[in-house]
């Protein structure tokens, strides 16, 4: 079974406007962290947001949000107030336990921004 | 200057031929990666190493090994390229030490083509 899964291969979204980057995971372990990447045209990973499992809240990062539901495996992404240089590839990852040793990433959605 | 560093940046061989690629990093981090991405499938995890004497086998090892020079170099050699290890290759650290985070950091990444 996939450990995390991006069910949405592309999206579009209009300049201003919010969009949510779907994402579900796979694991039994009650210890895991969540990691949202970005990688623009040009080809570098930039970090995002991080949730971990036990967190209470979900995450923000300015203009990123991570909308965590435990119960359903899911941590999206929601980027608001959408600005051009936000188009891109976008990869949602998970760390198994609490220092665990390997990162399972997703195949990536990718957003494009629409003037 | 960027806190991790990969060379080269493109490279282009042929088949049968070794080739090393190198990865440095200033942030002190204790663990190591690399990881090579193809279209649709995301990053998948080649080998780690959690310091200069600990080397570890990732997803998909095969046709690869590794070289831990020191806290701060890791590098990836193929033995003996072949076409389907054509690819982008990224290096990335991470710190536990920084918290239940652990989250990593990539290079720049390596266009690798093996004709």
């Known amino acids: 079974a996939q450990k995390i899964t991006q069910t949405q291969p592309g999206m579009f979204v209009q300049e201003k406007e919010a969009v949510t980057l779907d994402c579900t995971y796979d694991?039994?372990?009650?210890?895991?962290?969540l990691f949202w990447y970005k990688q623009p045209s040009s080809g570098e990973m930039i970090f995002l947001i991080y949730q971990g499992s036990y967190d209470q809240q979900n995450a923000t990062e300015g203009r990123y949000s991570l909308n965590f539901q435990k119960a359903r495996k899911s941590a999206n992404l929601v980027i608001s107030a959408s600005q051009l240089g936000d188009s891109a590839m976008y990869f949602c990852a998970m760390r198994e336990g609490r220092y665990g040793n390997q990162f399972y990433f997703g195949t990536g959605t990718s957003l494009t921004v629409i003037p | 200057d960027a806190d991790v560093t990969q060379t080269p940046r493109n490279r282009i061989t042929k088949t049968g031929k070794r080739i090393m690629l190198e990865c440095s990093q200033t942030?002190?981090?204790?663990?190591m990666y690399w990881y090579r991405q193809d279209p649709g499938l995301g990053l998948r995890l080649i080998y780690y190493s959690f310091d200069v004497k600990d080397i570890n086998k990732g997803e998909i090892s095969d046709g690869y090994s590794v070289s831990r020079q020191a806290q701060a170099k890791f590098s990836l050699s193929l033995e003996s390229a072949i076409p389907n290890q054509t690819a982008l290759y990224f290096c990335a650290t991470s710190d536990p030490g920084q918290g239940a985070e652990d989250t990593q950091y990539f290079g720049p990444g390596t266009r690798l083509t093996v004709l």
């Open positions: 942030k002190g981090h204790d663990r």
């Open positions: 694991t039994s372990d009650p210890s895991y962290g």
